[in-house]
């Protein structure tokens, strides 16, 4: 089992930057792929971002690619989601997940959810 808390969601103006963080509980974080997802008012959730267990590999959804980086520090038990250039249609609550499959961008292949985090990109 692994429990999931985000952080560093806020206010942000269009073009500006926000280091999301996700802290894990659990000795058995290093074994999971992990993910950053978000929702919009109104819209589905959708994927972000996603890291293997070792952190090598990363991938992004094409709306993020070149602004967004996911990271991990597996002896901290935690993920990051650094967000460059920030823009007003990247308003959504994040959420971090934790699952078997690395990459997956599909929600039912996370077993494990945090609570989100709201940020706000202003225009």
């Known amino acids: 089992q692994v429990q999931l808390v985000e952080s560093g969601g806020g206010l942000v103006q269009a073009g500006g930057s926000l280091r999301l963080s996700c802290a894990a509980s659990g000795r058995t974080f290093s074994n999971y792929a992990m993910a950053w997802f978000r929702q919009a008012p109104g819209k589905e959730r959708e994927f972000v971002a996603g890291i293997g267990w070792s952190g090598r590999s990363t991938y992004y959804a094409d709306s993020v690619k070149g602004r967004f980086t996911i990271s991990r520090d597996n002896a901290k038990n935690t993920v990051y989601l650094q967000m460059d250039s920030l823009k007003p249609e990247d308003t959504a609550v994040y959420y971090c997940?934790?699952?078997?499959?690395?990459?997956?961008?599909?929600?039912?292949?996370?077993?494990?959810w945090g609570q989100g985090t709201q940020v706000t990109v202003s225009s």
């Open positions: 997940a934790a699952g078997r499959v690395t990459g997956s961008a599909q929600v039912n292949s996370y077993g494990h």
